[in-house]
């Protein structure tokens, strides 16, 4: 179980990490939000120790739960069947593991409705980018949204339905069966619009259905970078000039 917590979770600073990319790549070279380059990869870093660390909440949650359940099992023979059949023994750290990961989840919501707004708040007036490149940049950063709703819809909501479940102590089963089965569409879903959301991807696709099918197809598959990006991640350096005497 706190495999799959560490597993599921380190999900989300990739995620985090190209929105940041994103938001960086459309700044101006003087912006006070332009971060140097070593202090993004310690950003990266400390997302993933922070979601990381919810790996080792959960294992001191579950091994305190496992000791209560213990002494429980080891003292109530002795107990009148009136005692032990009203005793709760309910785990409160329980309680603050599920406080704690409805907060990141909260906190994660709101980083990318403040970054995606901010992008696309610069876009609109950036006074250095042709249309086309603003264009670009636009359908970028919307392509990304669409894929970071895919593990938010089939991974989030079903530990946020668990974490529900435990903070109200409902007890029932169909709640974490559930959750199951929805976060296990993650990886087809996320198969699907990764292929629908690329116009390469797609392209390529087409291509092999129409050679299967023996029909001449007229889809090029496009290789450029985008010289924006390029020139953020390196920059190029102009060259000299030669004069011939």
Known sequence: QVAWIVTVVCNAPPYLACFLYRHQVVLLPRSIFKLPFALKYGIVGVMYIYFGAHGALFWVGRLLRVTISLQFFLFTPSWPLSISSS????????????????????????????????IFSILSHHSSMSISVRKYNKMMTRMLLVQALVPCTFILCPICMVCVQVLVNFESY??????????????????????????????????????????????SVSTLVNTHDAQTIFPVMPKPSVINS
């Open 87 to 118: 005793v709760n023994c309910f785990n409160d750290n329980v309680v603050y593991a599920a406080c704690v990961v409805l907060l990141t989840v909260s906190l994660c919501i709101i980083f990318l409705i403040a970054i995606c707004t901010h």
């Open 174 to 219: 169909v709640s974490p069966l559930l959750a199951v089965d929805i976060a296990g569409l993650h990886s087809l879903m996320h198969s699907i619009v990764m292929i629908s959301t690329s116009k390469t991807y797609r392209t390529v696709l087409t291509k092999m259905a129409f050679k299967l099918l023996g029909r001449p197809s007229t889809f």
